[in-house]
């Protein structure tokens, strides 16, 4: 952690202020070192006033003495003489080279100076004696001492005279004379050595003055100097600061990131207007308290944040944590913050800065990139595709879990190899390796067919069919980066491929080929009967009455029967011969290269197989037959469909003749041209079906014994129109309609376009008086569920009135699919269709029938009506009809209504309602019906 206070602005501080303080010293010393030069001077001065002070008095009190001759004047001469005796003996200590202080201080004092000046006086003297300064007084000084020597040796002489006694006068008068000779000679001396020290004293003041002004200035000059260098200096640093400021400034503009700083004693953050702006609060909004900040954070990522900030205070271990945040709006963003703390000097954090980045769309992408990689990645794992990615230098560097069964090589265990060691590919039909095979097919220079002809040898000798494709992975700047491998194992597809051709040609039940397969074959076959005059011969075999074994034993019986069946038609055939289940019970032979005798002999054959075979199901035997129709193509046939339609009437007319036998086709078979009608008619029906070629009669019903405002009743009746327009009776082509299943189409024409008719009439104000509008229906419609679905949606896209619609059924068909015609009639009557049972009286059971069929009508069969008058029988069926209809709550019609007295009698019996064309003849129904056709009916 950082110290609040450091090092280095107190050195700064310091820096700053020693210049100054030098100065300030550097003036006290100069004053100080003044002051004592003055000092010295002034004892200097002092020391010489003492010392000529001293020699007045020696030669006063030696004149004294010459006249007095009392000692004590001469002790006085003594201790005045000592003053300049010291002084002289200090001196000359002073002048040795290495002088012994003490002497020199204990001269001083003899010579009366103040203990407190001898230190300025040495000092001064030992510095400046050879200065101009004290040159001339020093000099003064000197001859002083000399002649105060021979003032002492007078002085002695004088003393010696006088204390032998009785001195000379002569010797006296020539003593004192000397005296005041010296006296004479030392008065001027010590004016000169007075007047030089004063001079010496003054030139001291004016040197020091000097001396300290011109340092005072210089040190005026510095310190101005220094305090401009350290403005200038601090305007550098706030310039630097500045630009640094800026810098910082415009780089967090830049990076488009937040600050903060956090003062951690005051518990206060500092947001930068880009960080207020991240979290949502506007620039003029107060900024959020720490804690308010502490709740921007998402929930999930407090603890992470917390203990990133408590580890970084802890131990200074780098603060840099992506967390998300709530901004004040409630938006979720991802952001960076990376932030550094100081402390004080006691350890302690005070503050705690960062930068707050906002990462949201980083994030974003990286998600985006992490889930793309992830989808990649799972895909890559769950692809039945083996990928095998290699390095730039052709290193494995993945393999996906198909591509690690198919190479039987473990991703841990193959990285890192070259792929030429786990990859052995060779040609699948040269078997061996194809050199350089990878560059080659990212050059593309390898024929598609040769890199879909693969065989990947593995280590285990075992080998695999693949199809093998190779692309380069290129980075961002298209550089390639390495390559991707896909190795497709084909042999599963070669073996569904061939599995769904044998399907495709091949019957499940019976493992013979089947229809598509035998007209393929049939093809090929007539082509060299035509080509190259080969003669083949075609069977159509359809078991007999195997109906009952299906419906006796089930469905599982009848395929084990068809297929037992087919086993023993097969082994009566030759290799050559191709059999084939066409559907149901029914096969197909081709016998190629075969004259039609010896065909002839082999359907023979097959028959009598299959005459002999007795089938057993749960102990129950069953013996069967099977009827064959034959063809020799040498004939004239020339189409495919020309020769299954032939073969397949052979057969239909071996089962009219009685089953268990073969019909040979031959073109002047008569039966066969009926057969062959037949056949055209479902051409026709389907074009009259297409072409609109159908057209719809109507024929009145009437109430008997009722008011003609009892409304309109009539029967739809169906007419086709053949190529020249001429009408076309339903009893010519509904028998091969029946046969073909075509009346489901049929039917659904009729009920469509009636009730589109009646739509039509009903929008044009016409058909009010409509009560009952009679549509026939055919025995294959009514048990065909989706006839039933047909009809709803004819209810609801026209929208006509249910109760007006009968539809008549014939008692057989009825009969045939009771359970179904029963369905059919009550889902219809339950939404108010009426039903009639047509031609009652027709079948044998008709009344056991009636029971339990809920029908409105049954319309009496017409042969028992037209002939009621002569035949008391048929009177007594009609009779019988109507009344039992009755009883069971149905009501009447008669057909075949043809005159007054037949009419008549049917009124008398108590018929309901009668039909015919004593009637009414059939009229054209509806809209857009040819005018010529109105009488044709
Ligand atoms: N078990 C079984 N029955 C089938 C299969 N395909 C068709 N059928 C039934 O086979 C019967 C063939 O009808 P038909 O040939 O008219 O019946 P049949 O009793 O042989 O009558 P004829 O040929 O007139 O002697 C129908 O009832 C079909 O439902 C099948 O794959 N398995």
């Not at 003062?263 to 930068?272: F, G, L, R, T, V």
């Not at 230098?393 to 991703?411: C, F, K, M, Q, S």
């Not at 076959?525 to 159509?540: G, W």
């Not at 609801?796 to 699919?817: D, H, L, M, R, W």
Request: charged letters at 25%; hydrophobic letters at 40%.
């Amino acid at each position: 952690m950082k110290k609040f206070f450091t090092m280095d602005s107190g050195m700064r501080w310091i820096k700053v202020i020693l210049p100054f303080l030098a100065i300030v010293a550097l003036m006290v010393g100069l004053l100080a070192f003044s002051m004592n030069i003055l000092s010295s001077v002034r004892a200097f001065v002092g020391g010489e006033s003492l010392w000529s002070k001293a020699q007045k008095e020696a030669v006063f009190h030696l004149n004294q003495y010459a006249v007095t001759h009392a000692d004590p004047d001469y002790q006085k001469v003594l201790k005045a003489l000592a003053v300049s005796i010291g002084d002289r003996r200090a001196r000359d200590e002073l002048d040795k080279p290495n002088p012994d202080l003490q002497v020199v201080r204990q001269g001083f004092l003899d010579g009366g100076n103040h203990p407190d000046d001898i230190d300025g006086i040495i000092s001064l003297y030992r510095n400046f004696k050879n200065f101009s300064l004290l040159r001339e007084p020093v000099a003064n000084w000197k001859i002083g001492d000399q002649l105060i020597q021979e003032l002492s040796a007078e002085a002695s002489r004088l003393h010696a005279a006088i204390s032998a006694g009785n001195p000379d006068p002569q010797t006296m008068i020539a003593s004192v004379a000397r005296i005041r000779e010296i006296d004479a000679e030392l008065t001027p001396l010590e004016l000169r050595f007075s007047a030089s020290l004063g001079e010496s004293s003054r030139q001291v003041q004016r040197l020091l003055l000097f001396a300290t002004l011109t340092i005072a200035v210089g040190l005026m000059i510095f310190g101005s100097w220094i305090s401009r260098y350290i403005l200038t200096k601090s305007d550098q640093f706030e310039e630097a600061l500045k630009i640094s400021q800026e810098r910082l400034h415009l780089a967090m503009l830049g990076s488009n990131d937040g600050l903060w700083d956090w003062d951690i004693q005051a518990d206060n953050i500092y947001y930068s207007p880009r960080l207020k702006e991240l979290l949502g609060y506007s620039l003029e909004e107060e900024e959020p308290t720490p804690l308010q900040f502490l709740n921007c954070i998402y929930p999930s990522d407090l603890d992470a944040v917390r203990a990133k900030l408590t580890s970084h205070l802890h131990d200074n271990s780098p603060c840099d944590i992506e967390f998300r945040i709530v901004t004040k709006g409630g938006e979720l963003r991802w952001v960076r913050s990376c932030a550094q703390s100081t402390s004080n000097s006691a350890g302690e954090p005070v503050r705690m800065a960062g930068s707050f980045t906002d990462i949201t769309a980083r994030k974003r992408s990286e998600e985006q990139l992490y889930a793309a990689k992830e989808r990649a990645q799972v895909t890559l794992e769950s692809i039945g595709e083996a990928v095998i990615t290699l390095s730039t230098d052709g290193l494995v560097e993945y393999l996906n879990p198909t591509a690690e069964i198919l190479t039987r090589w473990t991703l841990a265990s193959a990285r890192g190899l070259p792929l030429e060691k786990i990859l052995h590919v060779v040609g699948e039909s040269s078997g061996n390796r194809i050199p350089d095979l990878i560059p080659q097919i990212l050059d593309n220079s390898v024929p598609i067919d040769r890199a879909s002809n693969l065989l990947l040898v593995c280590d285990d000798g075992s080998e695999v069919a693949v199809n093998l494709s190779a692309e380069p992975i290129r980075n961002l700047s298209g550089e390639t980066i390495g390559t991707v491998l896909v190795l497709h194992d084909v042999s599963k597809d070669r073996e569904y491929a061939a599995q769904l051709s044998y399907q495709a040609s091949h019957d499940e039940l019976t493992g013979l080929i089947n229809r598509r397969e035998f007209e393929r074959r049939l093809t090929v076959a007539m082509i060299t009967s035509r080509d190259q005059q080969r003669q083949h011969a075609v069977l159509y075999l359809d078991l007999d009455q195997f109906k009952v074994v299906n419906d006796t034993c089930g469905h599982a019986a009848g395929d084990e029967l068809i297929r037992q069946v087919s086993v023993l038609l097969k082994q009566r055939l030759r290799d050559t011969d191709t059999i084939a289940r066409l559907g149901g019970d029914e096969f197909g032979v081709l016998l190629e290269n075969c004259p039609v005798e010896h065909s002839l002999r082999i359907a023979e054959g097959l028959r009598q197989t299959v005459a002999d075979f007795q089938f057993v199901w749960t102990n129950k035997p069953f013996t069967i037959g099977v009827s064959i129709g034959l063809i020799n193509l040498a004939g004239e046939m020339h189409t495919l469909g020309q020769i299954m339609s032939a073969v397949d009437a052979a057969c239909y007319l071996a089962k009219e003749k009685g089953r268990n036998r073969v019909h040979e086709y031959r073109l002047d078979d008569s039966e066969l041209s009926i057969r062959h009608g037949e056949m055209e008619w479902i051409t026709r029906i389907n074009e009259a079906l297409t072409q609109e070629k159908f057209c719809l009669f109507s024929q009145e019903i009437s109430a008997l014994g009722k008011p003609p405002s009892h409304g309109a009743h009539f029967e739809i009746l169906l007419r086709m129109l053949d190529k020249d327009d001429n009408l076309v009776l339903p009893m010519v082509f509904i028998p091969a309609a029946e046969r073909y299943n075509l009346m489901p189409a049929i039917d659904r024409w009729v009920v469509s376009t009636v009730f589109a008719t009646l739509a039509k009439m009903r929008q044009q104000g016409r058909g009010r008086e409509i009560q009952t509008c009679a549509i026939n229906l055919s025995g294959t419609s009514i048990g065909d569920s989706n006839f039933l679905s047909f009809v709803q949606e004819q209810h609801v896209k026209y929208g006509i009135a249910p109760q007006i619609i009968c539809f008549e059924i014939t008692e057989t068909s009825a009969i045939a699919n009771f359970a179904k015609a029963a369905h059919f009639i009550q889902e219809l009557r339950g939404v108010g269709y009426r039903f009639a049972l047509d031609d009652f009286g027709a079948g044998m059971s008709s009344f056991a029938y009636l029971k339990n069929l809920p029908v409105d009508f049954i319309k009496i069969d017409g042969g028992f009506v037209k002939d009621m008058l002569n035949s008391p029988t048929d009177y007594a069926m009609v009779e019988a009809i109507n009344k039992i209809g009755h009883l069971m709550g149905k009501q009447t019609i008669a057909e075949f209504a043809v005159n007054e007295r037949i009419i008549g009698t049917l009124t008398e019996i108590g018929v309901d309602f009668a039909q015919g064309y004593g009637i009414g003849r059939p009229r054209a129904f509806g809209i857009g019906v040819d005018k010529n056709l109105l009488n044709a009916g």
